[in-house]
Structure formats: structure tokens, C-alpha cells
T-cell receptor, first 114, second 116 residues
Framework: QQQVKQSPQSLIVQKGGISIINCAYENTAFDYFPWYQQFPGKGPALLIAIRPDVSEKKEGRFTISFNKSAKQFSLHIMDSQPGDSATYFCAARESGGGADGLTFGKGTHLIIQP | DAGVIQSPRHEVTEMGQEVTLRCKPI?????LFWYRQTMMRGLELLIY????????DSGMPEDRFSAKMPNASFSTLKIQPSEPRDSAVYFCASSRASGTIPGELFFGEGSRLTVL
């Protein structure tokens, strides 16, 4: 059973445009929702994260929007640049688990065209 | 500071052979995770350790997989015997459980395994 569903699987955006990646979850025990960015040949790295007590978090060109009632969250990349081309993973952590293990979505392969 | 160090970066082996992947976590981190990445299944958590103790190995595919963490600075993931369907990129990650940012995992660069 896939606990975090991510879409789209791949995305092509023109330079300067807005990239939007969506995730949905079912487990209401999730209490922490990070996004990871992965470049080819590298491991994923934390990009930005949000807790469910806020509806939005912004860091530079990257924004997470969170809808607790709908159990959905999304990543918006404003003014997308070719250097943003990477695979993006949403993830979630269950509260009270005693560890930081994350459940990841399947990833979105983002290409920003010059 | 050195990040998570994994070896080998690439491994090509034949079906039935034993494979051992190695990981050195970031010094001071007390949680260690092994993930497997494939196109079909994405990133899957195989096992994690807290203070060198295995906490949850429910993600380990089957008895052919085993993991150890003999001390705070070293962990291994072993596959014996290996099968073609084990071909994937295996990531080790570490975190400081009491850190200020919960859930921030620091990943190594991965070990790409190909089983022929």
C-alpha cells in the first residue's frame, strides 16, 4: 500500500514558469512533511519541510502548500530555472514512531527547459 | 564535515553471489537507515537502526537480506544470494534523532548494484 501518492511522475516546465508537484496521504498520524531534491548520481537532500499546523511555508522560490482537511500538500517552484531540473520526492513521517524514518512518494522527474 | 560515505559506488555481480554494501554515517548521528531506490517502486525503507540497534526491519524484502551495525560509525547491508531483481541503487542515510529539524535525513551518494 502506497502511503504517500505523488504526481505527476514527470514534468516539463519552461524557464521562468511555475513548477507544481502534488502529494496526497491517508495516514492521519503523519506529522511532518518534507520535500527532498535529488540530482543524478547523488542522494536525495532536504529542500524544504512543513508541519501540519501551518498551511504554507516559503523559502526563496520554493513554497509548500498544505491542506490538512484534504490530506494533500504540494511544492511550488516559482521562476523555475534549468538548475532546478532534478527528481523531487515528497515524504511524510509518522508521529510517535520514535525515529526519523520517512515514507517517500515515488518521485517527480522535473525538467526545466531553457 | 564529511557526509555519509558509502562503498562501493558501483557493483556488478552475477546471480547467486554475495554482495556487501558499506556505510559510514555522519559522526554524531545516532540513527541510520538503508533505502533502496528503483524506477518502479521509488525509495523504499529497508531497515533502520537507532543507537546501533535495529528498530524496524519490516522493509527487508526477504531472508536473503541482512543488515548489521556493529558500532556507531559503520553499517553493512548484505545480500546472499543475490538475484537480478535486487538490481537497484541502495542508499544509506543518517540523522540525529534529537536534532532541531525532525526527519532530516542525510543521504550518501548511493551504491548502484547490478546483478546479472
Amino acid at each position: 500500500q502506497q502511503q504517500v501518492k505523488q504526481s505527476p511522475q514527470s514534468l516539463i516546465v519552461q524557464k521562468g514558469g511555475i513548477s507544481i508537484i502534488n502529494c496526497a496521504y491517508e495516514n492521519t498520524a503523519f506529522d511532518y512533511f518534507p520535500w527532498y531534491q535529488q540530482f543524478p548520481g547523488k542522494g536525495p537532500a532536504l529542500l524544504i519541510a512543513i508541519r501540519p499546523d501551518v498551511s504554507e511555508k516559503k523559502e526563496g522560490r520554493f513554497t509548500i502548500s498544505f491542506n490538512k482537511s484534504a490530506k494533500q500538500f504540494s511544492l511550488h517552484i516559482m521562476d523555475s530555472q534549468p538548475g532546478d531540473s532534478a527528481t523531487y520526492f515528497c515524504a511524510a513521517r509518522e508521529s510517535g514512531g520514535g525515529a526519523d524514518g520517512l515514507t517517500f512518494g515515488k518521485g517527480t522527474h522535473l525538467i526545466i527547459q531553457p | 564535515d564529511a557526509g555519509v560515505i558509502q562503498s562501493p559506488r558501483h557493483e556488478v555481480t552475477e546471480m547467486g553471489q554475495e554482495v556487501t554494501l558499506r556505510c559510514k554515517p555522519i559522526s554524531g548521528h545516532n540513527s541510520l537507515f538503508w533505502y533502496r531506490q528503483t524506477m518502479m517502486r521509488g525509495l523504499e525503507l529497508l531497515i533502520y537502526f537507532n543507537n546501533n540497534v535495529p528498530i524496524d526491519d519490516s522493509g527487508m524484502p526477504e531472508d536473503r537480506f541482512s543488515a548489521k551495525m556493529p558500532n556507531a560509525s559503520f553499517s553493512t547491508l548484505k545480500i546472499q544470494p543475490s538475484e537480478p531483481r535486487d538490481s537497484a541503487v541502495y542508499f544509506c542515510a543518517s540523522s540525529r534523532a534529537s536534532g532541531t529539524i525532525p526527519g532530516e535525513l542525510f543521504f550518501g551518494e548511493g551504491s548502484r548494484l547490478t546483478v546479472l
